[in-house]
């Protein structure tokens, strides 16, 4: 799943406008706007932190959704045309195992 329609799922879920959930983790609400709209990059696990406090979700759902986007954003640039979510997802899983 993109990240962008996933945050705004979760952030209309929680009752919250763009500028609730930005002032509740101290980001911009162009920021938060520019990501539920796929013009900026997923955020970081950090970030996924604030926002799944804000939302009141679970912390490792949100990375995990920002993480599969980040990696098909960078495969894509690197010339791949389609990342398999399966896979993307199973590597995620297998690297949060690991620590």
């Avoid at 705004?8 to 938060?32: F, H, M, N, P, W």
């Avoid at 604030?50 to 990696?71: I, M, N, Q, V, Y």
């Amino acid at each position: 799943m993109k990240f962008g329609p996933y945050l705004k799922r979760c952030r209309v879920s929680a009752s919250l406008t763009q500028k609730e959930l930005a002032q509740r983790c101290g980001l911009s609400d162009a920021y938060i706007n520019r990501v539920e709209n796929q013009e900026a990059d997923p955020p970081t696990h950090e970030v996924c932190a604030a926002l799944a406090r804000a939302l009141g979700t679970h912390e490792k759902e949100l990375w995990k959704c920002a993480f599969t986007a980040r990696l098909d954003r960078w495969l894509r640039k690197e010339g791949f045309k389609k990342t398999h979510e399966v896979l993307a997802s199973a590597f995620f899983d297998d690297l949060t195992n690991r620590q």
